[in-house]
Structure formats: C-alpha cells, structure tokens
C-alpha cells in the first residue's frame, strides 16, 4: 500500500483453508463431451497496457493468477473462460505489486 505520506506497507494474509470439492459425478456421456467442450476453450487475453516494470509480479484478480510484465513494462493475463464464467466476472483488475500500477479492463 501506498500512504499519502508517501510511506509504504504490505500486509501478508493466510489463506484461508478451503474445504475440499465435492466428487462430480457424471451421469451422461453428454456431459463428458461438454467437459471436453469446456477444457478445449481458449483463455481469455487481457491486456493491462503500459506501466508495469520490466518482470514485476503482477496479481490479477479475481487473483485466480499472476504473471509477469514484460521487459517493456506491460502486463498480460490468460484468464480460464470456465472460471471467469463460474464467478460471473465482468472486470478484471491487474496490480503491479512493486509499480503499484493498476489496470482494470473489462470481460468480452
């Protein structure tokens, strides 16, 4: 975090331990090819423009990932079209964590 004072600070949560997911069970042979449909979906591109330094760690949230900025400062993110779907996400937001720069795009 960036103070006004011009001081910053990072504070480090735990996860929190998440219970672990139910079996799926799949009925149909059906359901087998939309898994298959699903899995075979290209990842979601965003492009967070300029401003990142060269190879910083940059969160992106939902923060389902992270990745790196390019040598030029920019930061892009392949985002799982089945998550993005499941948390009926319409923005995506990505944090430089050492610029503090900040870019939030919004979902086709």
């Known amino acids: 975090m960036h103070e006004s004072d011009g001081t910053t600070f990072t504070d480090i949560l735990p996860a929190a331990k998440r219970p672990a997911p139910e079996p799926v069970v799949e009925e149909k042979s059906?359901?087998?090819?939309?898994?298959?449909?699903?899995?075979?979906a290209e990842p979601i591109s965003v492009?967070?423009?300029?401003?990142?330094?060269?190879?910083?760690?940059?969160?992106?949230?939902?923060?389902?990932?992270?990745?790196?900025?390019?040598?030029?400062?920019r930061a892009r993110a392949l985002l799982d079209p089945a998550v993005v779907a499941a948390a009926r996400a319409g923005e995506v937001v990505l944090v430089g964590r050492v610029s503090g720069t900040i870019a939030v795009r919004s979902l086709p």
């Open 30 to 40: 059906e359901s087998r090819r939309a898994v298959k449909r699903q899995r075979a």
């Open 47 to 73: 492009d967070g423009g300029d401003g990142f330094i060269a190879g910083e760690d940059v969160a992106v949230a939902l923060v389902t990932a992270h990745t790196d900025a390019t040598p030029d400062g």
